[in-house]
Antibody, heavy 117, light 109 residues
Framework: EVQLVQSGAEVKKPGESLKISCKGF????????IGWVRQMPGKGLEWMGI????????TYSPSFQGQVTISADKSISTAFLQWSSLKSSDTAIYYC??????????WGQGTLVTVSS | QTVVTQEPSLTVSPGGTVTLTCASS?????????PNWFQQKPGQAPRALIY???NRHSWTPGRFSGSLLGGKAALTLSGVQPEDEAEYYC?????????FGGGTRLTVL
């Protein structure tokens, strides 16, 4: 069974760094893209970017370029989303999702990130 | 900045039919945009319904269908059930970048 399992909720202060994770189970992790999606409180889905774990080729939305870093460690079937300096506006639920050629089929359960002083 | 536009809200009666649409600021949506549709209920992660315009996943009920309609991607729900009340999002592929629509809140009343 394909599953994406994300790391747990985080509470951070502005200016702190953070790295959240998304671990794939039940499929060949290296042969499928992993995308990250933001959902701010009460708002819609926003596509942030994507990584191909086999070679770590990464594409970012222009809105998120330079704001976050997407990476992956294929040896542990895990993708990461990280911030070097969080802002209160980063408060959101972050989802990872598996992308095949043209399809985001399986989604993680989401990671709630709260940034507050 | 590319914008993908959906109806903010729609209402449908149980057993009825409703069509949600997804438009691109760049022009007509074609199959080359590989339209995807997702359903999200409160407190849950999104669930994939349709990919590449009209392909259902194995878990997608047959009452959901995808198409291209008048230069837009479309999701039609036929024989709507109360459990179909949810937020629906489309996603379009612009080469290496993907963009979500703003979502349609579907009320079954």
């Amino acid at each position: 069974e394909v599953q994406l399992v994300q790391s747990g909720a985080e509470v951070k202060k502005p200016g702190e760094s953070l790295k959240i994770s998304c671990k794939g189970f039940g499929y060949s992790f290296t042969n499928n893209w992993i995308g990250w999606v933001r959902q701010m409180p009460g708002k819609g889905l926003e596509w942030m970017g994507i990584i191909y774990p086999i070679d770590s080729i990464t594409t970012y939305s222009p809105s998120f370029q330079g704001q976050v870093t997407i990476s992956a460690d294929k040896s542990i079937s895990t993708a990461f989303l990280q911030w070097s300096s969080l802002k209160s506006s980063d408060t959101a639920i972050y989802y990872c999702a598996r992308r095949t050629a043209s399809d985001y089929d399986y989604w993680g359960q989401g990671t709630l990130v709260t940034v507050s002083s | 900045q590319t914008v993908v536009t959906q109806e903010p809200s729609l209402t449908v009666s149980p057993g009825g039919t409703v069509t949600l649409t997804c438009a691109s600021s760049t022009g007509a949506v074609t199959s080359g945009y590989y339209p995807n549709w997702f359903q999200q209920k409160p407190g849950q992660a999104p669930r994939a319904l349709i990919y590449s315009t009209s392909n259902r996943h194995s878990w997608t009920p047959g009452r959901f269908s995808g198409s291209l309609l008048g230069g837009k991607a479309a999701l039609t729900l036929s024989g709507v059930q109360p459990e179909d009340e949810a937020e629906y999002y489309c996603l379009l592929f612009y080469g290496g970048v993907q963009v979500f629509g703003g979502g349609t809140r579907l009320t079954v009343l």
